[in-house]
């Protein structure tokens, strides 16, 4: 079955910077999902990316999915506290049919 | 739009009692998807159902777990036996389409569930 890797686990950033998570794939995307959540708490789509070389952007999150579709990565630019959270990918494998997510990402924005 | 509505939002019961789980989808989506989410295990897919039929049950943990879905608006989890390991909170999401998991999936609140 299909795995996904995110990194780092967690991260912990000063409000006003720049972070970088990223989930790598063992196997062909065909599907990439972002998702923000609050522990125990439902989760929030971010966006979704299908070709290769993708780029989508909402606010200040910019997501891309790599030309060989088996890498994504999550870039949220100059930090605030309300982006604190964890982030899951979440993937479509296609054929394999069954939907996974990555073990999430918690950021953690300090003053 | 109400969104999906999940109920109970917490359930605490003991050992060898039945459980049950109600979701109710967004109305007019077409598929519904039941979760798992624990720390040690991460966010797990039990099951979904396009069009009220089940799709894919390959993440029922066993048959303790059963799902239902007797119409468009209504779908339920049960748990039979339950666990102390079953403790989870568990997600009902919908999605407009049939096409998987290539449409966006709208999650309820979550149910808590400990099993004491």
């Known amino acids: 079955s299909q795995e996904l890797e995110q990194s780092p686990q967690s991260l912990i950033v000063q409000e006003g910077k720049n972070l970088t998570i990223n989930c790598t794939s063992s196997?062909?995307?065909?599907?990439l999902y972002w998702y923000k959540q609050k522990y125990g708490e439902g989760l929030i789509f971010l966006m979704m990316?299908?070709?290769?070389?993708e780029e989508k952007s909402h606010e200040k999150i910019t997501a891309k999915l790599d030309e060989k579709k088996q890498q994504s990565s999550l870039h949220i630019t100059a930090s605030q506290p309300s982006h604190a959270g964890i982030y899951l990918c979440?993937?479509?494998?296609?054929?394999?049919?069954?939907?996974?997510f990555g073990a999430g990402t918690q950021v953690v924005v300090t003053p | 739009d109400a969104g999906v509505i999940q109920s109970p939002r917490h359930e605490v019961t003991e050992m060898g009692q039945e459980v049950t789980l109600r979701c109710k989808p967004i109305?007019?989506?077409?598929?519904l998807f039941w979760y798992r989410q624990t720390m040690m295990r991460g966010l797990e897919l039990l099951i979904y159902?396009?069009?009220?039929?089940?799709?894919?049950d390959s993440g029922m943990p066993e048959d303790r777990f059963s799902a239902k879905m007797p119409n468009a608006s209504f779908s339920t989890l049960k748990i039979q036996p339950s666990e102390p390991r079953d403790s989870a909170v568990y997600f009902c999401?919908?999605?407009?389409?049939?096409?998987?998991?290539?449409?966006?999936?709208?999650f309820g609140p979550g149910t808590r569930l400990t099993v004491l």
């Open positions: 979440g993937a479509d494998g296609g054929s394999w049919g069954k939907f996974q």
């Open positions: 109305s007019g989506h077409n598929s």
């Open positions: 196997k062909t995307l065909y599907g």
């Open positions: 159902f396009n069009n009220n039929v089940p799709i894919d």
């Open positions: 999401a919908s999605s407009p389409g049939t096409g998987g998991f290539t449409d966006t999936q709208y």
């Open positions: 990316l299908q070709k290769g070389g």
